[in-house]
């Protein structure tokens, strides 16, 4: 298969982006959900390193660019309609810009949000201000 039938298969919004989420690929999970345009998910495919498309900068995003916090990828799949992907990825250190390992760190619990993962990196350790690479 080319990468052009690769890239056909991927059905984008009427934004020109596909919802892709990253999940560690060892441990199952699940680290982050961002965005990908058609160069996103190229440069993914021709690096190996996982890149988004950052809808408040409009500009690709190159996960790890600024925090050194790199997502790796094992694997690229797509849903059974192709309008989400799935990036297996090996998470060099934490996925959140919060410096959290997950951006999925709050959870329902008797009608709150509570916090179930603490910070592990300071956010300004990584990007110099909090959410630079968001």
């Not at 009427?14 to 699940?30: P, S």
């Not at 993914?44 to 390193?49: E, F, I, K, P």
């Not at 690709?60 to 660019?65: I, M, N, P, Q």
């Amino acid at each position: 298969m080319t990468e052009q039938a690769l890239l056909d298969a991927i059905s984008l919004d009427a934004a020109g982006l596909v919802a892709a989420v990253a999940q560690q690929h060892d441990t199952g999970e699940v680290l982050m959900l961002a965005w990908m345009n058609r160069e996103a998910v190229c440069q993914t495919l021709a690096t190996g390193n996982a890149v988004y498309w950052s809808r408040s900068r409009q500009a690709l995003w190159r996960k790890g660019e600024t925090s050194g916090q790199v997502q790796r990828v094992v694997s690229l799949r797509i849903d059974c309609d192709g309008d989400a992907v799935l990036l297996r990825v090996d998470q060099t250190g934490v996925a959140c810009h919060t410096g959290r390992r997950s951006c999925f760190f709050r959870e329902a619990q008797s009608g709150e949000w509570v916090t179930i993962a603490e910070v592990e990196i300071d956010p300004a350790a990584l990007y110099g201000s909090p959410g630079q690479e968001v």
